[in-house]
T-cell receptor, first 112, second 111 residues
């Protein structure tokens, strides 16, 4: 079993829809959580970063962390065709330097 | 502020050869991490360097090695290339133990 599980999709939604992307994890040592967006043939771009359980909002994006359930989500409101990309969740532990464990990524397509 | 740069962007090698990839982090960042991305395995951590010392290492064979220079630039070397080493190699920089910012990657094809 992988430490981080993420539905690979693909996920296709109409423009303007609310998108929900999710990851589950098994390692309770994970203490910080990130979401990256990756366009085809590009490097991952950091979208959201959070340490604590609860919600964090940034524009159209909301990251949600539930440490008790080992479950994180990313919500995208008013989705746009430019949001079409692969979304990667990543997580790490503190005190041991930088080592991120990634989900496999969810491919999202927002259609006109 | 300039982002993370990686060179070369594309590389074609044959089995048995070796390759060196380069990464320049964001100015002021002292941590450089390397990841391998393949369609089957996704993004996997290779190693991290901080102030010229390897601070973390992933589960890759010894053919994969790296180093970091005093100006924080980092190189990654893969010796005795195998077909399975074909991948996008990503470098990420960070101030310390913090958010990581990725470069565009080097796409390596092994024939």
């Amino acid at each position: 079993q992988k430490e981080v599980e993420q539905d690979p999709g693909p996920l296709s939604v109409p423009e303007g829809a609310i998108v929900s992307l999710n990851c589950t994890y098994s390692n309770s040592a994970f203490q910080y959580f990130m979401w990256y967006r990756q366009y085809s043939r590009k490097g991952p771009e950091l979208l959201m970063y959070t340490y604590s359980s609860g919600n964090k909002e940034d524009g159209r994006f909301t990251a949600q962390v539930d440490k008790s359930s080992k479950y994180i989500s990313l919500f995208i409101r008013d989705s746009q065709p430019s949001d079409s990309a692969t979304y990667l969740c990543a997580m790490g532990t503190t005190g041991g330097g930088n080592k991120l464990t990634f989900g496999t990524g969810t491919q999202l397509k927002v259609e006109l | 502020k300039a982002g993370v740069t990686q060179t070369p962007r594309y590389l074609i090698k044959t089995r048995g050869q070796q390759v060196t990839l380069s990464c320049s982090p964001i100015s002021g960042h002292r941590s450089v991490s390397w990841y391998q991305q393949t369609p089957g395995q996704g993004l996997q951590f290779l190693f991290e360097y901080f102030s010229e010392t390897q601070r973390n290492k992933g589960n890759f064979p010894g053919r994969f090695s790296g180093r970091q220079f005093s100006n924080s630039r980092s190189e990654m070397n893969v010796s005795t290339l195998e077909l399975g080493d074909s991948a996008l190699y990503l470098c990420a920089s960070s101030l310390s133990s913090d958010t990581q910012y990725f470069g565009p990657g080097t796409r390596l094809t092994v024939l």
